[in-house]
């Protein structure tokens, strides 16, 4: 099956360099990114600490494409309207970092932003079942996650059961992949229905001149 919708490019930015996190952002931007995906850990959710609202704030002017926040901390509902506020435009839990998923995602509704639900390995897709009209992304996660340079987890059935719940809803909601996408694993998960690539080590590897290489060989050749 190739993927409905065009493939999206969501650099991770816990691979740049943080001491120029700002010019980063641009440098993405400006290479052909589709999405700025800003990793938040908590060192509790994940073993890793990472980037703050204050941060996604400080970086807001630096570039018009959507911020997809991916939050890896737990609980998560009290930082949510800062994140909105900072200027997050896509906010994705893990519904493990809570006790009611559903609400969790009203709030992000509320606050008028898309929201994302984030499937660990492990964790099964059934936790879908009565919040798919609620969310306009799911995240798959191919790696456990905490750290960039991970190795790619093929978990290919995973990614096309999620693929027919989306096809079946007949919403559009965004199906995204996260952790060792390179242009070598990224071409299975796209064939399985991923159709937005979170990719760090890919991207950022090289410096900044070699961004837009890195990003457009991660998106499909033509045929
Ligand atoms: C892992 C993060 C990923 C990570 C991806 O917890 O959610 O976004 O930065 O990095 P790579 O592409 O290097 O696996
Ligand atoms: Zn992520």
Redesign the pocket.
Known sequence: MSSPRPIRIAP?I??SDFARLGPEVQAIDAAGADYI?I?VMDGHF?PNLTIGPAVVKALRPWSEKPFDC?L?IAPADPYLEAFAQAGADIITIHPEAGSHLHRSLQTIKALGKKAGIALNPATPTAVLDHVMDLADLVLVMT?N??????SFLPLLDKIRDVRARITAGGREIDLQI????TPQTAVAAIEAGADVL?????VFKGGAQAYADNIAALRPKAR
């Open positions: 991770s816990l691979s995906h990793d994940v991916h890896m790696v996650p905490g750290f960039g340079g991970q996260d952790g060792g996408v979170v990719a760090g080590s890919a």
